[in-house]
């Protein structure tokens, strides 16, 4: 066998004991342990008037539906392929072309003073209210408001037990928390409550989000990578381009100004051909056809 592949050789296969793989598999994340947090700013616009302290029992309505909410999806996303066929011959590659985010799926405990229905539902109901003097009007018509006013944030934060213990005999370490804000959301599918005779049971509802994406603290961000931009010198990396721009600003204003006075309605003879840049004396170039130097 070849010394330079990269297959796990016979000392690198796991052969030890429970003993030591304790610590490790005796620590799983529990799923009852989250927080979805709503984190409106626009809800003046289409809630209007928010529930009383005594519908919501002391807290704001967004305090109610993050603790009446019941159920919560940590969120999954996927990308989809384009294949391309020839690059290398007899092969076929598959590369990302868009990345798709799936709907945020919340189900909730309805309360009995209705607060968790009324807030869904005049959301869903501003997103396309109905202009009309009177909801049984025969004329009535619909149309849909600006996205800016109704689409809103939400987070869930994921945690362990021992997230929040100050101090304990057996550790001082405390698991990590992960956090996670959808951008854009908005509600999209409100689901039928069946209510029915017979066994009572707690009234849920359930409703699904679209969004524009989701991010967490250790989302990627666009500045690790570069990319190539067509410029008038060629083509360059993105993280070249200051540079790049400098060099053609320069020879813009060296080359610039050597057609005759007055064409394209320029009067001045004279230009800055080195200014703003490091590393250069200041220099002036005088048009051609105009006045030199004092």
């Given amino acids: 066998m070849s010394e330079n592949n990269l297959f796990p050789r016979r000392g690198q296969i796991f052969q030890g004991n429970i003993e030591n793989v304790r610590d490790t598999v005796a620590r799983p994340s529990l799923d009852t342990l989250y927080e979805v947090d709503f984190s409106f700013g626009n809800y003046q616009t289409w809630l209007g008037k928010e529930p009383t302290k005594n519908r919501t029992q002391g807290s704001n309505f967004m305090r109610k539906m993050s ?4 159920q919560a999806e940590i969120p999954g996303t996927s990308f989809i392929e384009s294949s391309v066929t020839g690059h290398h ?12 985010f799936p709907p945020l799926n919340l189900e909730f405990y309805c309360d009995a003073d209705q607060v968790i229905i009324e807030i869904l539902e005049s959301w869903m109901s501003y997103i396309n209210p109905v202009f009309t003097p009177s909801q049984r009007d025969r004329s009535a ?15 869930i934060t994921k945690f362990e037990r021992d ?9 001082n370490y405390k698991s990590s928390m992960t956090q996670f804000e959808f951008v854009n959301v908005w509600p999209t599918n409100l689901t039928s409550m069946r209510v029915a005779y017979g066994d009572s049971n707690v009234l849920r509802c359930s409703v699904q989000f679209a969004y524009d994406r989701f991010f967490t603290a250790y989302t990627k961000k666009g500045e690790h990578r570069q990319f190539a931009v067509q410029t008038p010198v060629g083509t360059v ?17 060296i080359y610039g100004n050597t057609f005759p006075a007055g064409s394209f309605n320029v009067t ?18 005088y048009d051609a056809y105009g006045p030199g130097p004092n």
């Fill in 67 to 70: 603790l009446m909410c019941t």
């Fill in 89 to 100: 011959q007899g092969i076929t590659e598959t590369f990302p072309n868009l990345r798709n």
């Fill in 141 to 155: 018509f619909t149309r849909f408001n600006y996205p800016e006013d109704y689409k809103e944030i939400i987070h």
């Fill in 163 to 171: 997230a929040f213990i100050n101090h304990s005999r057996a550790t």
């Fill in 237 to 253: 990396e993105s993280k070249e381009i200051s540079a790049t721009q400098a060099l053609v600003n320069r020879d813009n204003r």
């Fill in 268 to 285: 001045s003879n004279q230009s800055n051909i080195t200014s703003g840049l490091k590393g250069f004396k200041t220099e002036v170039q």
